[in-house]
């Protein structure tokens, strides 16, 4: 257990290189960089020594090998430089964004999980029952529509009309909850549709294998082999799937903060790019992909002690 | 009875028999022609016919914020600007079906060549493509597209690269694992018997096998852009200058509090329906196309 540990985490220096290798051909090599520092630069210091002055100060001058190690370099340190709008070090504001947003996806991810697990095994016990027509005709709606527009009306509605919650803010400590939930609640309505179809899909697949007619043979009742065969058994896909889902917390996070005003990296992201800080948005990118990388990792490690089945070599 | 049935099937190829099937759908018909509706609706908006164009961008102040329904002259209504909200709403489905259509056909190119090599040949190749798609899996897809357009302009064809770059993994690892499984195929080793070069037996024995993962695969792939182009949108990323369905839904974030709901409504009443009725489509192409379904002419499902 220990060597596929090891061995795990060393697959992660390519990934990480190469991850390294992308992001320094978008933002180093492509040519953006001088259109970069044109556009953040305002119009009466567009000149050739401005330019060349940033061109210097972000190590842009050098040659390509130094600037992708120095990127390299980036990623594993996590210091990203100094921030050119707000004139902060860089890995300061992130430090200072991450709470939030944990503070937001973290749980609205459990409860979306849970919610629409409970909801599929619901759906997939009663087959072809109102539920889950209902359910399916719902999913296929909400995988329709924008998630913009659902977070639009919901604000609208629940929190500006009807006055049910907070329209937006944030505080330090406890009592922030109440300026998440709407947050919550809006990313659950969104999420919840694609997540039952999988998990329903998935667990009807399983509930057609042999050691289901084996257990229905041997008498098991019905509620008790879904609960302990046939759910036990679909754990593997749906974590796999749940797995794929974590990227979609960046879209996520991305607009729920910015409409409830939710001090978090999905924020400060959307401001760096407005606000063209080149710094900021290469950290930004990099901390998420780090983030989901190492879950990935996480998850990977997991399997292997809750399924049996997987191969350690 | 029983022999018509039968003689339904015979002597066509899967390709048409999966047509008849879908034929025999009418959901699946419903949804098929509600998306040709919609591309015709595309195709036009690209010429000024009754003035589309012009009714779509010209400024007129004195007609602000017109309500949906009021007049005949605005059946959606007007924006901030009082440009008529059909038109623009019109006009916006050809950015999102053409960047759909778009990212999908430089999408299946790529997957194409990459799931190909990497799964016919195996060994060092394999491990070489192998590893750029887990490098790209790695990272969220929308980060790579937010860079590449913060950098390199908000441009149609740039944005339609975008999704093509990020969006060519999935295709390709289903179509490494279907090459695996085909190279140890019979009729492929008859076909290298026969003579017939790597890239014959790749492009005219293997890959025609596969049309219905690419088509499907298109689909998927077709939603997800015209979900996308409106987080860009709000980003800010968006195909510039042009009405989008994404870039009115951003427009109409500022209006809501007022009540001027028309933006809002129109693109995602517009981008509800084609949604519902490409995700329907999609299905029951899905199901029509599998192969596994020889001689079922239709699935009920559900």
Known sequence: MVNYIIRRLLHLVPIILGVALVFFLIFNVIGGQEKYLYNMLPQKSRSAEQIDYYRHKYGLDRPLVVQYLDMVKQMVTFDFGKSESRKLPVTMLIKRHVPASAALTVPAFFFEISISLILASLAAYWRGSWLDKTLTVLSVIGMSISMLVLIMLGQQFLAYRMGLFPISGWTRGIGAVKYLLLPWLLWVTVTVGYDVRFFRTTLLEESHRDYVRTARAKGVGNRNIMVNHILLNAMIPILTYVVMQIPFLLTGSLLLERFFSIPGIGDLMVNSIASYDLPVLKATVMVYTLFFVSFTLITDILYALVDPRVRLS | ?302
């Open chain 2, 1 to 302: 009875m029983k022999n018509t049935k039968r003689d339904i099937f015979v002597g066509k190829s899967p390709f048409q028999l999966s047509i008849l099937r879908l034929k025999r759908n009418p959901r699946a018909m419903a949804a098929f022609i509600v998306v040709v509706i919609f591309a015709l609706m595309a195709i036009l908006g690209n010429f000024n016919i009754f003035g589309l164009q012009d009714a779509a961008s010209s400024f007129n102040l004195d007609d602000r914020y017109i309500k949906a329904f009021s007049t005949w002259h605005h059946p959606l209504g007007t924006d901030n600007f009082g440009r008529d909200i059909l038109a623009r709403v019109v006009v916006g489905t050809r950015v999102s079906l053409f960047l759909g259509a778009a990212a999908g056909l430089f999408m299946i190119p790529i997957a194409i060549v990459m799931g190909s090599l990497s799964g016919y040949y195996g060994k060092y190749v394999d491990d070489i493509i192998m590893y750029v798609m887990s490098v790209i899996i790695a990272i969220p897809g929308l980060l790579i597209i937010m860079s590449l357009v913060q950098v390199l302009g908000r441009t149609f064809f740039i944005i339609a690269l975008a999704f093509a770059l990020t969006g060519w993994v999935g295709l390709a690892r289903v179509m490494r694992g279907s090459f695996m499984q085909a190279r140890e195929y019979e009729y492929v080793l008859a076909a290298r018997c026969l003579g017939a070069s790597d890239r014959r037996i790749i492009f005219k024995h293997i890959l025609p096998n596969m049309t219905h993962f690419i088509i499907v695969r298109f689909i998927l792939n077709y939603v997800g852009v015209i979900k996308s182009e409106v987080l860009l949108a709000f980003l800010g990323l968006s195909v510039i200058g042009v009405p989008s369905w994404g870039n009115m839904i951003d427009e109409s974030k500022l209006e809501l509090t007022a009540g001027n709901w028309q933006n809002m409504i129109a693109a995602t009443m517009f981008m509800f329906i084609f949604l519902v009725a490409l995700n329907i489509f999609g299905d029951a192409l899905r199901d029509a196309m599998d192969p596994k379904l020889k001689n079922v002419t239709y699935k009920v499902d559900d």
